[in-house]
């Protein structure tokens, strides 16, 4: 019987440049022989700019909203990097002028405070970036909030405040940005943040109704606006350690650990891997991909152990870890 090394992920030096690299399936026989080997790479160490040319993005210009913070910023600093122009947006002035000034460090960034339930403040947004820019190529819907309640529990206020912000907000944008620039161009890029909501989300059932109103409208904007070369994706990060979860109560934070345990990759994700899959989205690599939900989420959304047989199988057979 051929015994399986899982071995975590080890550190070598090559070269230069020092990489992570994990090795599977080796035999004992085979040990020293490094041509049985499987190196891979270790994509948590990979940078966007080892993956992507530098100008990957160079003359398009993206627009991020809630580019200020967490999985928004991330998404901005990595289109900088890959040569974009990037305008970022959301509510509060002050540290979106700061963040926008950080961001500037890696390209041209600018910033203008935009409500995204506002249609108002979005159409003076679409404005500012004409004047600054002339087009907008790349549209990326990261902006929202919710907060945790018992859907019992939940207030028509509270109701409407998510429902406004994630699935009205995210419309009246990508309605807006495609009028003033993605129409008239006959082409552009939209990808939307949303979250896993694959089996519904007990918890926060107003944010998992509003992201499954996104993912729908995914798909009829994809079908609706192919004919003007434009491109929409959605992706469905599942738990990413960002300045999202220091919104939740400490009762809530203090199940993460055992949230992370009970997670099939042991962990939760970053903020660059969420950002990693909308590079690849408002690329060209995915030119013929439209209308999908990427989830981003270390397999959790299909973490359900039918029977519980994939416990009592390990325990049966061995762990092999
Ligand atoms: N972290 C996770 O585990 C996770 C998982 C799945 C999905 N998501 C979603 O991913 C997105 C980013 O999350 P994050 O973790 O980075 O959280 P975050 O730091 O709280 O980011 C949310 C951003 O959206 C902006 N925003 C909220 N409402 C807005 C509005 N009405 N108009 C304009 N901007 C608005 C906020 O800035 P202002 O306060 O200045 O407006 C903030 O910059 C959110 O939509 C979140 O729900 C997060």
């Given amino acids: 019987m051929n015994h399986v090394f899982n071995r975590p992920y080890r550190t070598v030096k090559n070269g230069l440049k020092k990489i992570s690299i994990r090795h599977n399936a080796i035999k004992p026989t085979n040990f020293f022989n490094f ?5 891979v790479i270790n994509p948590i160490n990979l940078t966007i700019r080892e993956m992507y040319r530098n100008d990957l993005f160079k003359d398009k210009v993206a627009l991020v909203t809630g580019g200020r913070s967490g999985i928004g910023y991330a998404i901005a600093r990595q289109l900088l990097q890959l040569g974009a122009s990037v305008v970022i947006c959301s509510r509060k002035e002050e540290p979106l002028m700061v963040a926008a000034q950080e961001l500037s460090q890696f390209g041209t960034c600018i910033a203008m405070p935009c409500d995204i339930r506002k249609t108002d403040q979005i159409k003076a947004l679409a404005q500012f970036i004409k004047e600054q820019h002339g087009r907008l190529d790349i549209l990326v819907n990261n902006a929202g909030g919710q907060f945790p309640a018992m859907a019992e529990y939940i207030s028509d206020n509270g109701w409407n405040a ?5 699935l009205n907000g995210t419309f009246f944008m990508i309605r807006e940005m495609a009028n003033t620039f993605l129409i008239p161009q006959k082409q552009g890029i939209i990808v939307n943040i949303i979250a896993d909501i694959f089996r519904g989300f007990p918890g926060m059932i107003h944010t998992g109704a509003a992201r499954a109103g996104v993912e729908n409208l995914t798909k009829t904007i994809a079908l609706e606006w192919s004919e003007h070369n434009i491109r929409i994706n959605s992706i469905a990060p599942g738990i990413i350690e ?7 109560p400490p009762q809530i934070q203090e199940m993460f650990e055992e949230a992370k345990q009970a997670s099939p990759m042991g962990r939760f994700g970053t903020s660059e891997e969420v950002s990693n899959a909308v590079c690849f989205l408002a690329s060209p690599l995915s030119s013929f991909t439209s209308g999908i939900t990427l989830y981003v989420d270390g397999a959790k959304h299909l973490n359900f152990d039918k029977m519980g047989m994939i416990k009592a199988m390990k325990s049966i057979m061995g762990n092999n870890g």
């Fill in 35 to 39: 041509a049985h080997w499987q190196f």
């Fill in 162 to 166: 998510v429902i406004n912000n994630n």
């Fill in 242 to 248: 960002s300045s999202g979860l220091d919104q939740y």
